[in-house]
């Protein structure tokens, strides 16, 4: 009776976008092995794992053997689950096919080990990019022009768009401006960098073409981020202008729509301006609006400016967002959209001024492809605040993996670095405390926050005096783990030390304590306040005075075990970060 004889399973290959049960072709002598979850309570969760071997003398399983049934349809990283019981209990890739002989050539087998997803994550480098950059050219723009090229550039090349022709750069004047070198803070590469600490006096235009295909779209709308830092003297900023140009409704006439800038200590505002036939003998300059005082014009902190016309009926709605929020918006009661042309930086040297910093420029036409504010503007300031399970659900999607979220709370993240993907999810687990893990029945990662883990339910109960334990129950008591004195350091902010100052485990000596156990976690919060918290929860499972138990061993052919009713199953159901109690 079961599990005495050998469990009821199959074993599948996805092939030609079907399973295929090869379940005759393993060979039941040498075992199948599922390993998966962490090997002990410190560190990462390692990929799952299920090892077996196959009978190959008829060549199926021999990739590029081309008389093999399975010639053209299986190789590396073929899918395969195991299911016992009725149940997933592991889902992979097979990422090598080793084929082995005997002398005589009459027996032939393959080595099958096969892996999580984790395997593929950590040993692939995903190209480190800006959360904001990523997000961009996941768009449908004209024209997207990171101005991140390097410092030997002289015009920005574009990422992404329909119209990616000529660059965007200097123009005519003496335009001082440097690509590399323009800080737009920590979390986000550097970019363009207009003005210079000595600047001959003069004006400067940077342009780029951009041109859409709409004849008539029914929305424009253009991002950029800035950031202004201050020159060595301390001056402010002189006034600058972003300038978008878009065909008129005359032929051969154009349109176009300004933010200007005005850091002059009495406006310190936006205002947003319409120039009819720019380029014709009488332009017509229209004022259309003001923004309320800013702080952001000369703060030093990184912004996001979008602007956005928009068809309504015989007229142009207007809007201008700074950090996500509208600070203008407005109605031009009798105009019409054309394509768009192109879009320029004009600006002003005057003696020693602020350095400016520019990046992320991008132009999009029509409400279809135009994305939501808020999206974008989350987006640029790198998701900051973004709850760390959140953030786990929403680079799984980015990177088109599947994933299940077991909990609903989880701490605030701070920004969003440059990072590896993998690196990313080893920062949230780092810094909620919670357990990253692969499912048993797909091709899916699972992340448990740190407050899903509290208070589960018991998945399994073992009676000791049942004899439900196989020999070898050994507790431990021993300074595994032991972390009393614990400093927790945020990512580009504080840090804050949690020590325990008696007790058996305490920094005492002995017999008082123990002595100083330093421990130190990079995690990456949204605020210092949060710091507090994280290293008391750190210091409090560092110090839990019981005895480990490091191995639990059940023998399923144990009659005090094959013979109850639903312990078997309870077992078998078990998964990583499921209670586990004894009792007797």
Known sequence: T???????????????????????????????????????????????????VLDNRGGKYSPRNPLGDYYGEIGRNTQLRIIAEGSSRFYGEVPAWPAHWDTSANDAWVTVTANGILRRINQGDQPATSSYRGYLLSTTPITYW?????????????????????????????????????????????????????????????????LGSD????????????????GDDGSDMSAWTFRATVNGTTAGTFDRWELRFRPDGTNDDIQIA????????????????????????????????????????????????????????????????????????????????????LGHLIVWENLANIPAIGSTSTSAAAYAGEAAHTRFARLCDEAGI??????????????????YFANQLAEIEATDGGMLYEARDSMALIYATVSGLYNKATGVTLDYSAGHLAPGLSPVVDD?????????????????????????????????????????????????????????????????????????????????????????????????????????
């Open 480 to 584: 595994f783990g032991v972390h009393n004195d614990v400093f927790a350091q945020r990512r580009e902010g504080g840090s804050y030390q949690a020590t325990l100052e008696s007790g058996a485990l305490s920094i005492q000596d002995p017999p008082d304590g123990v002595g100083r156990y330093k421990h130190e976690q990079q995690v990456n919060l949204e605020t210092d306040a949060l710091l507090p918290a994280v290293a008391g929860w750190l210091l409090h499972r560092g110090t839990v005075d019981e005895p480990r138990y490091p191995t639990v061993t059940v023998n399923l052919a144990q009659t005090a075990v094959s013979g109850h009713a639903t312990l078997p199953f309870d077992l078998m159901d078990a998964d990583v970060g499921d209670v586990l109690v004894i009792t007797g």
């Open 2 to 52: 079961f599990p005495r004889t050998p469990l009821d399973f199959t074993a599948e290959l996805l092939i030609g976008g079907a399973w295929v049960d090869i379940t005759d072709d393993v060979r039941i002598s040498s075992g199948v092995q599922i390993g998966r979850g962490k090997p002990d309570e410190t560190g990462q969760t390692p990929p799952s794992q299920c090892s077996f």
């Open 215 to 230: 004849p008539a779209p029914d929305s424009l709308a253009w991002e950029f981020v800035y950031k202004v830092a201050a």
């Open 402 to 419: 599947s994933r299940q979220v077991i909990g609903t709370e989880s701490y605030a993240m701070g920004e969003q670095f440059e990072d």
């Open 274 to 357: 319409l120039t009819l036939d720019p380029l014709g003998d009488s332009p017509t300059d229209i004022v259309l609006a003001d923004s309320a005082a800013l702080t952001a014009l000369t703060d030093g902190a990184l912004h996001h400016v979008r602007m956005q016309v928009t068809v309504n009926g015989t007229g142009v709605d207007y809007v201008v967002y700074v950090d996500g929020v509208s600070v203008i918006s407005g109605t031009r009661t009798t105009h019409t959209l054309r394509a768009h042309y192109d879009i320029s930086i004009f600006y002003n040297r005057l003696g020693v001024e602020d350095l400016l910093a």
């Open 146 to 210: 990171p101005l991140t090229d390097g410092t030997t550039s002289t015009r920005g090349t574009a990422a992404a768009g329909t119209y990616q022709v000529g660059g965007f750069g200097g123009v005519f004047g003496k335009a001082v401006y440097n690509f590399g070198i323009g800080d737009l803070g920590e979390y986000l590469p550097a970019g363009l960098r207009i003005n210079d600490l000595v600047p001959a006096a003069g004006a400067d235009f940077l342009q780029g073409f951009c």
